[in-house]
């Protein structure tokens, strides 16, 4: 089964965002929206997630999920928005409780903030399978970059997040809390044992030296041969240490501290205080 995916790409953070939609019939998912936020005004847009809903619209689908492949730390999510909008039940991996509980303390989060990602309509396990109309997705738990992330497969296409990038680019950082290059080499071996011809979409594209244009669609078999960092089964030990040494000197990215605040509560800001306004914390020299 191929299903049929249509891309949206941020400019602003380099994120990709899906809609996958059955081949025949009206039924979708959304993966990985993106909601608008310029930090020095701290003001949202709606700007990309209105683009998608256009899209939903223009096409007559109906959203049977939103999906995250993780809770994002350069980019905030536009679940919420989306589904007061389009409808559809919200989805992340089950371990968003660890993601929760970390993060929670980093922002010392009162007892007001529920670190069982009740805030989701859906908490996904390695192995569970769901339905987007008659399509079946099936889901694969493939931390590493953080504990939580998830790689979608609906039928032949992979949505798999920050694990693999684009073969010249590589693969994500593992340096956030909770993150384990260890762990990101064994979920990218487990994404590889898929089909060689299954579609793989990334959550990301930075362009490559020698490529001009952003990409974001490639495939199992490309992934074994060419991926930079993994390709030609480089062994274990070699990955990581080749992934601890680079993202030692990664700089935060640049939303980060709003992207959590949010993203570990489904896309929601954090409560108002006693004047009815919504504060994001930054917490200093902690990250
Ligand atoms: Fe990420």
Partial sequence: MQPDVKAFFD????????????????????????LDYDQAAGRTDTK??????????????????????????????????????LGG??????????VQDTFGKVFNEGTAFQRDGSQF???????????????????????????????????DAAFVGDTLFMPDFGTARCDFP??????????????LTLPDETRIFVGHDY????????AWETTVGEQKALNV??????????????????????????????SLQTNMRAGHFPEPEDNGQRYFKVPINTL
């Fill in 178 to 191: 909770g993150g384990s290059a260890e762990d990101l080499f064994g979920s990218i071996q487990k994404i």
């Fill in 229 to 258: 960092h993994i390709g030609e089964g480089r062994p274990m030990e070699e990955f990581v240490a080749m992934r601890q040494q680079r993202d030692a000197k990664l700089g935060m990215p640049r939303l980060i501290l709003p």
């Fill in 48 to 85: 990309s997630a209105d683009e998608i809903i256009a899209w939903v619209k223009s096409e007559d689908l109906q959203v049977a999920w939103i999906l995250e492949s993780h809770v994002h730390a350069d980019h905030l999510s536009a679940a919420p928005y989306l589904q007061e909008h």
């Fill in 207 to 214: 362009k490559a030296p020698g490529r001009d244009e952003f």
């Fill in 121 to 155: 309509d859906a908490l996904f396990n390695e192995g569970d399978s769901f339905h987007i109309g008659q399509m079946r997705a099936d889901v694969l738990h493939t931390p590493g970059h953080t504990p939580a992330c998830l790689t979608y497969v609906i039928g």
């Fill in 11 to 34: 400019d602003a953070t380099n994120t990709v965002s899906y809609i996958v939609r059955e081949p025949e019939g009206r039924a979708c998912a959304i993966v990985d929206s993106v």
């Fill in 89 to 98: 039940k919200i989805g992340i991996g089950s371990n968003i409780t660890v």
